[in-house]
């Protein structure tokens, strides 16, 4: 079964205290992992697409980097206003219509104190 | 940018009552969404439209159904709102069936007493 598993569920951090949010996944076939942002009352915000086993995309404060069962979000001296719910997600095939759908880990509350 | 925009940011109904979440969005995207989210499930697929009156169920489509009359507008029912149904709904849009981008609205809170 396609799944979807972060960690750790919530992380509290100080301004400027470097770390990584997990994402492990088992899917047949990878077509895409995706990372997003929410902030609370609000919908997800895409952040990043990843394809392949090796390849990294950064965004200001935020690197996320892939292999073959996980994903990492680093998150290097963040700030107050990182602080959000960060969703994973893998691309994997609906089971008609050859259509794709994503499915989300269940996310990573980040908190980051001043 | 692209902006997709939900009817509501918070219902409550009771049960039994229809009801109705409307979605919109403004970049001519083919693929429309419909997801729930609750606390430590993540985002559950209910319905997908990758075309005018085209759909596909989801994950969870049991209790809803989806009606996509103009390309720009998705709109999830609920023929008869349960307390199960309680939840954040969630709308968002894509391009294509290539592009897996998705960009989503605000979010209703429907609370179902």
């Known amino acids: 079964e396609d799944q979807v598993t972060q960690s750790p569920e919530a992380l509290r951090l100080q301004e400027g205290e470097s770390s990584s949010l997990n994402c492990s996944y088992t899917?047949?076939?990878?077509?895409?992992l995706f990372w997003y942002r929410q902030d609370p009352g609000k919908g997800p915000e895409f952040l990043f697409t990843l394809y392949s086993a090796g390849e990294e995309k950064e965004k200001e404060r935020l690197k996320a980097t892939l292999t073959k069962k996980e994903s990492f979000l680093h998150i290097t001296a963040p700030k107050p206003e990182d602080s959000a719910t960060y969703l994973c997600?893998?691309?994997?095939?609906?089971?008609?219509?050859?259509?794709?759908?994503?499915?989300f880990g269940a996310g990573t509350r980040l908190a980051v104190h001043p | 940018d692209v902006k997709v925009t939900q009817s509501s940011r918070y219902l409550v109904k009771r049960t039994g009552e229809k009801v109705f979440l409307e979605c919109v969005q403004d970049m001519d995207h083919e693929n429309m969404f419909w997801y729930r989210q609750d606390p430590g499930l993540g985002l559950r697929l209910i319905y997908f439209?990758?075309?005018?009156?085209?759909?596909e169920k989801g994950d969870i489509p049991e209790g809803y159904s989806v009606s996509r009359e103009k390309k720009e507008r998705f709109s999830l029912i609920l023929e008869s709102a349960s307390t199960n149904q309680t939840s954040m709904y969630l709308c968002?849009?894509?391009?294509?069936?290539?592009?897996?981008?998705?960009?989503f609205g605000p979010g209703t809170r429907l609370t179902v007493t």
């Open positions: 968002a849009s894509s391009h294509d069936y290539s592009s897996y981008e998705q960009y």
């Open positions: 899917v047949s076939g990878l077509r895409g």
């Open positions: 997600a893998v691309q994997a095939p609906m089971f008609s219509g050859g259509y794709n759908k994503l499915i």
């Open positions: 439209s990758y075309d005018v009156k085209m759909k």
